[in-house]
């Protein structure tokens, strides 16, 4: 090991919640991204999205996504001894996210498990639903992270 | 109606397949992308990255996922009378995408149906495989894509 982290598999515990507060995500932004990666009508032209089921620009959901992956990041995985991701399972764009919105996010630990092929490591089953500044859900996902364990040769927590 | 499109919901049906070509990914393009939203440092920090468990520069998974949708949106979907996502559902990520990897992918149709809430709606089953140039299977998922129907009052097709 070459560098010590504040959150270890350990530090994940089922039923533990983590509040996240996130950007406002701007006009010029929704069109940026969606113009390199998903240049539909309703994500990059004004005038266009007016008159679509949309009423009005909204971003990518991928867009939406890679934001909360910063949130992410900042909040505890940049602390964290993370091994990455194998997936992400039921992600769901609920409500249009439009320029001025602001994100926030709520994490849940939904089950950790030690891995049964890697000793060193541990499987967290995390839930994230993401929020706009008038508490309406815009996006939830549940998604597995690969972590460190702290004390490999311990056994899990129960 | 103020466009036609050569794609509505009854041209996609079970077991349809196209084959799509992606870009190559360069490691400016990687670290770009994560620096902005993913920053851990086996995506953006090359001397970290070659120490850590993948042993080099790898995309982000939202990256990976971000180039996939603008492949499907040049392949067919900006041809296509789209109404929009609800969701993906077994986003994996199989295998490392680095630097100078090249992208393809394999879209199959799995199942269509119209909506019972709205009757200008088709939900089309979506399964995209995404591999690179040594026709390893990098990542795969499934999602629901909503189009308008070409004739609205007939019934779906069998």
């Not at 270890?8 to 996240?20: C, L, Q, R, V």
């Not at 309703?42 to 266009?48: G, L, S, Y």
């Not at 998604?143 to 056994?155: D, E, F, I, Q, T």
Request: aromatic content about 10%.
């Amino acid at each position: 090991m070459t560098a010590d982290f504040r959150y270890y598999f350990e530090d994940f515990e089922p039923g533990h919640m983590m509040e996240i507060e996130g950007p406002t995500l701007t006009e010029a932004e929704i069109v940026e991204f969606a113009s390199k990666f998903d240049p539909q009508p309703f994500h990059v032209d004004a005038e266009k999205a007016k008159r679509s089921i949309y009423h009005g620009i909204i971003a990518s959901g991928w867009h939406t996504a890679a934001v909360c992956m910063r949130m992410i990041c900042d909040a505890y995985l940049l602390d964290a001894a993370s091994m990455g991701s194998s997936g992400v399972d039921q992600l769901r764009w609920l409500h249009p996210v439009r320029p001025g919105d602001k994100l926030a996010m709520r994490m849940t630990v939904l089950e950790t498990k030690t891995s049964t092929t890697r000793p060193t490591m541990g499987i967290v089953r995390h839930r994230w639903d993401v929020f706009n500044q008038n508490q309406e859900l815009v996006m939830e996902m549940t998604g597995v992270g690969l972590y460190r364990r702290r004390n490999p040769g311990a056994p899990a927590a129960a």
